[in-house]
């Protein structure tokens, strides 16, 4: 679960699980063409929210360097197809008992063996309660996850998890689950040497990891410096000398170091220059769709906003109010699309029928009805204050979230605000210590190619991406049932019935999805974003 910084479908079935077994490293080989080897990227990022631990990482400021630093039992190609990296097979006959079998003598950076209880260790860990780890719902599939992640809890190892050897182990869920061998290539999944354990806090800070770089150097709000991991021997080989990773406040000021050639690698062009970077650029751009989505929370905990018939009926006001399409022509050049859903198109499954949808429509009068329905309820005063929550250092947060905002004030008369932090991080802290006062901008990068990677994680209940803590039984039920279907077109049938329940309340307001528009220096080749909108870093190479 990624959140973006500007504003990860499919179900797989038992036999799509079992494939897993027989696919080899070798079909994401992403070494590239010729070019200098030994070429140091540079690429923009955010300072990350937390130290650097897979349980503890959900945003993309930390998630870009965790991706390159660890790796799973499984990566996901250019296209999201899942590809074997430590694992040697995955291998199950019910969909809820697993058995994951790893390649033998592969190692951390530090040369400590990655093992079984590597893995083990790491999801016992990111599970526990008493760790307080972002990512825990994540592992909430496995059997005893209840018993260790409940409040107050002082138990630490899931009873679905066992090591049957060095390197084997057994994976019990609680019901069976079509689509959890492709989750593994998540973040959260990664494992963790023995030190990892000694003290957390300060392994995040100094991580030793197991992927294709290492990390060697982190100075805060300014850089992360990623050298090539030669004990790395997976499908994802660096093709260059490694990756520094510079943090910029402003994405106007890493598009100028851009076209200065004193940065490689752009993810995001601001909306300053979305009219002109093609043709500032020409070949050296990308202009594409990928997984992911832009929303708006408006947390269940504010005045007005609870999770009963007046909050639903303002979220419903609100989302009538916003004319995503005027937005997305003014502020990004017509760069988006329009969202249907809670989801993205590029996933397997995806529909832009789901019923309810139409409350993303725009329609100011059917706005303002709806907000006098809830005043009725509950008066909504005219010094009340409508506040909306943004990153300033994110490409084009600043412009859409004033768009919404003096759309709120024209269409509903109320007193709405845009209400600017510093950094990603510094927004971050505060939507997940639930301290917004008003709310607040999101996005979702897929972790991985499933639908119910858009849902689940952020509106489960407890999830730990559940920034507005939304709760609802009947969602929560539905997600468990698609999750046990079979059958992906029976998967997804059910997800979207989930998506339903999701129109009625609002738990975030899907605006539009993402498309990745990026760009690269005079310096670099073999330039390639994958199906998350994530430049793959490891196949660039200098001129």
Same mark, same amino acid.
């Given at each position: 679960?990624?959140?973006?910084?500007?504003?990860?479908?499919?179900?797989?079935?038992?036999?799509?699980?079992?494939?897993?077994?027989?696919?080899?490293?070798?079909?994401?080989?992403?070494?590239?063409?010729?070019?200098? !080897?030994?070429?140091?990227?540079?690429?923009?990022?955010?300072?990350?929210?937390?130290?650097?631990?897979?349980?503890?990482?959900?945003?993309?400021?930390?998630?870009?360097?965790?991706?390159?630093?660890?790796?799973?039992?499984?990566?996901?190609?250019?296209?999201?197809?899942?590809?074997?990296?430590?694992?040697?097979?995955?291998?199950?006959?019910?969909?809820?008992?697993?058995?994951?079998?790893?390649?033998?003598?592969?190692?951390?950076?530090?040369?400590?063996?990655?093992?079984?209880?590597?893995?083990?260790?790491?999801?016992?860990?990111?599970?526990?309660?008493?760790?307080?780890?972002?990512?825990?719902?994540?592992?909430?599939?496995?059997?005893?996850?209840?018993?260790?992640?409940?409040?107050?809890?002082?138990?630490?190892?899931?009873?679905?998890?066992?090591?049957?050897?060095?390197?084997?182990?057994?994976?019990?869920?609680?019901?069976?689950?079509?689509?959890?061998?492709?989750?593994?290539?998540?973040?959260?999944?990664?494992?963790?040497?023995?030190?990892?354990?000694?003290?957390?806090?300060?392994?995040?800070?100094?991580?030793?990891?197991?992927?294709?770089?290492?990390?060697?150097?982190?100075?805060?709000?300014?850089?992360?410096?990623?050298?090539?991991?030669?004990?790395?021997?997976?499908?994802?080989?660096?093709?260059?000398?490694?990756?520094?990773?510079?943090?910029?406040?402003?994405?106007?000021?890493?598009?100028?170091?851009?076209?200065?050639?004193?940065?490689?690698?752009?993810?995001?062009?601001?909306?300053?220059?979305?009219?002109?970077?093609?043709?500032?650029?020409?070949?050296?751009?990308?202009?594409?769709?990928?997984?992911?989505?832009?929303?708006?929370?408006?947390?269940?905990?504010?005045?007005?906003?609870?999770?009963?018939?007046?909050?639903?009926?303002?979220?419903?006001?609100?989302?009538?109010?916003?004319?995503?399409?005027?937005?997305?022509?003014?502020?990004?050049?017509?760069?988006?699309?329009?969202?249907?859903?809670?989801?993205?198109?590029?996933?397997?499954?995806?529909?832009?029928?789901?019923?309810?949808?139409?409350?993303?429509?725009?329609?100011?009068?059917?706005?303002?009805?709806?907000?006098?329905?809830?005043?009725?309820?509950?008066?909504?005063?005219?010094?009340?204050?409508?506040?909306?929550?943004?990153?300033?250092?994110?490409?084009?947060?600043?412009?859409?979230?004033?768009?919404?905002?003096?759309?709120?004030?024209?269409?509903? !008369?109320?007193?709405?605000?845009?209400?600017?932090?510093?950094?990603?991080?510094?927004?971050?802290?505060?939507?997940?210590?639930?301290?917004?006062?008003?709310?607040?901008?999101?996005?979702?990068?897929?972790?991985?190619?499933?639908?119910?990677?858009?849902?689940?994680?952020?509106?489960?209940?407890?999830?730990?991406?559940?920034?507005?803590?939304?709760?609802?039984?009947?969602?929560?039920?539905?997600?468990?049932?698609?999750?046990?279907?079979?059958?992906?077109?029976?998967?997804?049938?059910?997800?979207?019935?989930?998506?339903?329940?999701?129109?009625?309340?609002?738990?975030?307001?899907?605006?539009?999805?993402?498309?990745?528009?990026?760009?690269?220096?005079?310096?670099?080749?073999?330039?390639?974003?994958?199906?998350?909108?994530?430049?793959?870093?490891?196949?660039?190479?200098?001129?």
């Amino acid at each position: 679960m990624r959140y973006s910084h500007a504003s990860k479908a499919v179900v797989l079935s038992a036999a799509l699980a079992l494939t897993l077994s027989a696919c080899g490293g070798g079909s994401t080989e992403t070494a590239g063409g010729e070019g200098d !080897g030994s070429y140091v990227v540079t690429a923009n990022t955010t300072e990350p929210q937390n130290g650097l631990l897979p349980a503890n990482t959900n945003e993309v400021g930390g998630g870009r360097v965790m991706d390159l630093i660890f790796t799973g039992l499984v990566s996901y190609d250019a296209k999201g197809a899942p590809v074997n990296e430590l694992a040697e097979s995955i291998e199950t006959e019910d969909s809820q008992n697993y058995t994951i079998k790893l390649k033998a003598g592969q190692t951390f950076s530090d040369g400590s063996p990655v093992t079984a209880a590597s893995f083990v260790d790491a999801w016992n860990f990111g599970a526990a309660a008493k760790n307080a780890q972002l990512n825990s719902y994540f592992f909430e599939s496995i059997k005893g996850f209840d018993e260790v992640n409940k409040e107050g809890s002082e138990k630490e190892e899931m009873e679905g998890l066992k090591v049957v050897d060095d390197t084997t182990f057994t994976v019990e869920l609680s019901q069976p689950e079509s689509d959890f061998p492709l989750r593994l290539g998540y973040t959260a999944f990664m494992p963790l040497p023995e030190a990892a354990f000694e003290d957390p806090k300060a392994f995040g800070e100094k991580p030793v990891g197991n992927g294709p770089y290492k990390l060697t150097e982190w100075n805060h709000d300014v850089n992360l410096k990623l050298e090539v991991n030669e004990s790395y021997d997976g499908p994802r080989k660096a093709a260059n000398g490694g990756i520094d990773f510079k943090v910029y406040q402003s994405t106007d000021s890493a598009y100028n170091d851009l076209l200065s050639n004193n940065l490689d690698v752009l993810d995001q062009i601001p909306p300053s220059s979305l009219a002109s970077y093609e043709t500032d650029l020409g070949d050296r751009s990308v202009n594409s769709p990928y997984a992911g989505n832009a929303t708006i929370t408006i947390p269940g905990y504010l005045d007005h906003f609870k999770q009963d018939e007046e909050g639903n009926l303002r979220r419903a006001a609100i989302s009538r109010a916003i004319d995503r399409q005027l937005i997305i022509d003014k502020v990004y050049n017509g760069g988006k699309v329009k969202a249907d859903d809670f989801t993205a198109p590029v996933l397997e499954g995806y529909s832009a029928d789901v019923p309810g949808s139409e409350v993303l429509d725009f329609d100011a009068a059917e706005a303002k009805k709806l907000w006098e329905q809830a005043d009725e309820i509950s008066k909504w005063e005219s010094g009340d204050e409508f506040s909306i929550g943004y990153n300033v250092d994110g490409a084009g947060n600043k412009e859409y979230v004033e768009a919404v905002v003096n759309q709120l004030k024209s269409n509903l !008369g109320i007193n709405a605000v845009a209400q600017p932090f510093s950094s990603f991080k510094e927004l971050r802290e505060k939507v997940t210590s639930y301290k917004m006062t008003g709310a607040f901008r999101t996005g979702w990068q897929a972790d991985y190619p499933s639908l119910y990677n858009f849902l689940g994680p952020l509106f489960g209940t407890g999830a730990g991406s559940n920034d507005g803590k939304y709760s609802s039984k009947e969602f929560d039920d539905k997600l468990a049932e698609g999750l046990s279907a079979t059958d992906p077109a029976e998967g997804a049938k059910i997800f979207n019935e989930a998506q339903e329940i999701l129109f009625k309340d609002l738990p975030a307001i899907p605006l539009w999805y993402q498309a990745v528009q990026g760009g690269w220096s005079e310096n670099v080749d073999n330039v390639e974003f994958g199906w998350n909108g994530v430049p793959l870093y490891q196949q660039i190479t200098g001129k």
